[in-house]
T-cell receptor
Framework: DGGITQSPKYLFRKEGQNVTLSCEQNLNHDAMYWYRQDPGQGLRLIYYSQIVNDFQKGDIAEGYSVSREKKESFPLTVTSAQKNPTAFYLC??????????????FGPGTRLTVL | AQRVTQPEKLLSVFKGAPVELKCNYSYSGSPELFWYVQYSRQRLQLLLRHISRESIKGFTADLNKGETSFHLKKPFAQEEDSAMYYCAPFSGGYNKLIFGAGTRLAVHP
């Protein structure tokens, strides 16, 4: 497995707090993605980045922020503005930034629970 | 709007039975199509993609442009096929994968 890691595996936060989820990859992939997975809804794209220092909003970016200062790292911050943050978050990466039709490789995920 | 539909949340079969997981999409043009799978306690991973025309673990998927479907099939299900399966067309216009809600396949002995 290896290749793409996410930490922590489980995360708890109180309402009103920001929290940052880590995603690291050593696959030398240019593109990275953040998805949210909710029961019965599949995966929804939050943000993606095709190259360092650049990223684009996905379908549900409100209440989230990202940065891409290094090729290997794409952290996701869940802000207090996110209305329903409790979910399973998946990070992914792919080789070719110009084509999302490339295979995406997924991390193990982080389960965030807001108390 | 571009949409992916996996009509069955759960598909339950016995070992050795044929399996068909349905996927319908509403897209313009000819999207690239993928099936991803998530086995228990494992990561989501690519199962197969249409452009490769390959069979992985006995699974095949046929694109029917007329019906805009990309159903996943296997003639004889095995217990180890039990997993969550996601259909995911790639939207060239939006440059992203669109995931369906997923179908859980349960294969019973």
């Amino acid at each position: 497995d290896g290749g793409i890691t996410q930490s922590p595996k489980y995360l708890f936060r109180k309402e009103g707090q920001n929290v940052t989820l880590s995603c690291e990859q050593n696959l030398n992939h240019d593109a990275m993605y953040w998805y949210r997975q909710d029961p019965g809804q599949g995966l929804r794209l939050i943000y993606y980045s095709q190259i360092v220092n650049d990223f684009q909003k996905g379908d549900i970016a409100e209440g989230y922020s990202v940065s891409r200062e290094k090729k290997e790292s794409f952290p996701l911050t869940v802000t207090s503005a996110q209305k329903n943050p409790t979910a399973f978050y998946l990070c992914a990466s792919s080789i070719d930034p110009g084509s999302g039709a490339d295979t995406q490789y997924f991390g193990p995920g982080t389960r965030l629970t807001v108390l | 709007a571009q949409r992916v539909t996996q009509p069955e949340k759960l598909l339950s079969v016995f070992k050795g039975a044929p399996v068909e997981l349905k996927c319908n999409y509403s897209y313009s043009g000819s999207p690239e199509l993928f099936w991803y799978v998530q086995y228990s306690r494992q990561r989501l991973q690519l199962l197969l993609r249409h452009i490769s025309r390959e069979s992985i673990k006995g699974f095949t998927a046929d694109l029917n442009k007329g019906e805009t479907s990309f159903h996943l099939k296997k003639p004889f299900a095995q217990e180890e096929d039990s997993a969550m399966y996601y259909c995911a067309p790639f939207s060239g216009g939006y440059n992203k994968l669109i995931f369906g809600a997923g179908t859980r396949l349960a294969v019973h002995p």
